[in-house]
């Protein structure tokens, strides 16, 4: 069982950048695929970023953010980042960070087996 637990949030000015990090325990966090997704009232929960363990491997972005946020892992502190640069407002969404026990990088929600709690950015213009 992993948890998942997520800080770095809060509130930036248009323009600005926050980083974000998720802290797992449990399981073998070197073997998980991890990914952001975000989520606002009224809306589906959207894919952010995804990473796999293989250096290899490219990690895969939404459109929306390409060019403006790099996620990141550290395995051996069992963390995985998002740095976001050049905030706007409707980057404003709660972000979760997500871990899965499989080979490739997923942007479906339905993939990932373990959840964080959720962390609040909110972008004013």
């Known amino acids: 069982q992993v948890q998942l637990v997520e800080s770095g949030g809060g509130s930036v000015q248009a323009g600005g950048s926050l980083r974000l990090s998720c802290a797992a325990s449990?399981?073998?966090?070197?073997?998980?695929?991890l990914g952001w997704f975000r989520h606002t009232p009224g809306k589906e929960r959207e894919f952010v970023a995804t990473?796999?363990?293989?250096?290899?491997?490219?990690?895969d972005y939404a459109d929306s953010v390409k060019g403006r946020f790099t996620i990141s892992r550290d395995n051996a502190k069992n963390t995985v980042y998002l740095q976001m640069n050049s905030l706007k407002p409707e980057d404003t969404a709660v972000y979760y960070c997500?871990?899965?026990?499989?080979?490739?990088?997923?942007?479906?929600?339905?993939?990932?087996?373990?959840w964080g709690q959720g962390t609040q950015v909110t972008v004013s213009s």
């Open positions: 997500a871990a899965a026990a499989r080979w490739r990088g997923s942007s479906n929600p339905a993939h990932y087996n373990y």
């Open positions: 449990g399981g073998t966090f070197s073997h998980y695929v």
């Open positions: 990473i796999t363990w293989r250096s290899s491997e490219s990690p």
